[in-house]
């Protein structure tokens, strides 16, 4: 994650949603089968058009959920040898929210 906080950013004028909402809207979902043939596919982000049910990918193909997580980086200032560590994880809700489509018989 970079870019914006969440009081607006100030110089930016972007908010900190609007820019988790730029990420999600760039990320595209493929559920492909062991032998690599695509079953379903789903576009990100909050605008999407939701999939419609007559077309949607079973249940039984699809992820429960798949969403945007993000995490600040600490650097140890003393000793550059040891791991950086991961902190103040925040998740982000699901990234495909329109739903899955079907676009293999196998996934109907």
């Known amino acids: 994650m970079c870019c914006a906080s969440s009081n607006g950013g100030g110089e930016s004028g972007v908010s900190f949603d609007q820019?988790?909402?730029?990420?999600?809207?760039?990320?595209?979902?493929?559920?492909?089968?062991?032998?690599?043939?695509?079953?379903?596919?789903?576009?990100?982000?909050?605008?999407?058009?939701q999939v419609p049910q007559y077309r949607a990918a079973s249940r039984r193909v699809?992820?429960?959920?798949?969403?945007?997580?993000?995490?600040?980086v600490a650097e140890p200032v003393e000793d550059k040898n040891h791991p950086v560590y991961l902190c103040d994880w925040q998740h982000h809700n699901s990234i495909f929210n329109g739903g899955w489509l079907a676009t293999h018989k196998d996934s109907e």
């Open 19 to 49: 820019t988790l909402a730029h990420i999600k809207g760039e990320f595209v979902g493929r559920l492909v089968d062991a032998t690599g043939s695509e079953l379903a596919g789903a576009e990100g982000g909050l605008e999407v058009t």
């Open 62 to 72: 699809t992820p429960i959920e798949i969403s945007l997580v993000s995490a600040a």
